[in-house]
T-cell receptor, first 112, second 114 residues
Framework: EAQVTQNPRYLITVTGKKLTVTCSQN?????MSWYRQDPGLGLRQIYYSMNVEVTDKGDVPEGYKVSRKEKRNFPLILESPSPNQTSLYFC???????????FGAGTRLSVL | EDQVTQSPEALRLQEGESSSLNCSYT??????LFWYRQDPGKGPEFLFT???AGEEKEKERLKATLTKKESFLHITAPKPEDSATYLCAVQDPDRGSTLGRLYFGRGTQLTVWP
């Protein structure tokens, strides 16, 4: 089944403790992206990747890192999480030439 | 300043009562405008892509239209299962025809009651 898989789905952590949210897609898509969704603010893009080893900043990249070493994986890294990074995170992927994004089920992160 | 503004924030319709959602954008040289549907607790699901003024796309009870400064999502004779949040997004024009940086609106939460 074609899908975008995020792990974990739920995470509670403490300020300053490094964490990684994984994202994997099995559709051989070139484009992948990370978003955060907050009440009243909508979806905001954090980082995106046009292909392996090609990443670029979105609207709200501060406090986040990404890497794209393999086509299928696009992990989101929070080196030193802070409470203002408490949010619902979505990963998405899209095939080259087709401007349709397929979203994962989301990761709800709470930073205490 | 928001690149994409959606209105209304929330809309309640009775089943069968047609209406429209609005998405206005400020980017110049639009490359692509997208509509997504999001159900509670789930990721957004793609509905439509529009590229040029005058373009229309239809899917079941939904029709999306595009002008030079805004897009409308028309919902004809809605049913309770159409209840969801509808999101609009535009492509950064500096990225050409490929997806790159995207700007989403805050969404319209639609409730259709029987």
């Amino acid at each position: 089944e074609a899908q975008v898989t995020q792990n974990p789905r739920y995470l509670i952590t403490v300020t300053g403790k490094k964490l990684t949210v994984t994202c994997s897609q099995n559709m051989n898509h070139e484009y992948m992206s990370w978003y955060r969704q907050d009440p009243g603010l909508g979806l905001r893009q954090i980082y995106y990747s046009m292909n392996v080893e090609v990443t670029d900043k979105g609207d709200v990249p501060e406090g986040y890192k990404v890497s794209r070493k393999e086509k299928r994986n696009f992990p989101l890294i929070l080196e030193s999480p802070s409470p203002n990074q408490t949010s619902l995170y979505f990963c998405a992927s899209s095939p080259s030439g087709k401007n349709i994004q397929y979203f994962g089920a989301g990761t709800r992160l709470s930073v205490l | 300043e928001d690149q994409v503004t959606q209105s209304p924030e929330a809309l309640r319709l009775q089943e069968g009562e047609s209406s429209s959602l609005n998405c206005s954008y400020t980017v110049s040289g639009l490359r692509g405008l997208f509509w997504y549907r999001q159900d509670p607790g789930k990721g957004p699901e793609f509905l439509f892509t529009l590229y040029s003024a005058g373009e229309e796309k239809e899917k079941e009870r939904l029709k999306a239209t595009l002008t030079k400064k805004e897009s409308f999502l028309h919902i004809t004779a809605p049913k309770p299962e159409d209840s969801a949040t509808y999101l609009c997004a535009v492509q950064d024009p500096d990225r050409g025809s490929t997806l790159g940086r995207l700007y989403f609106g805050r969404g319209t939460q639609l409730t259709v009651w029987p």
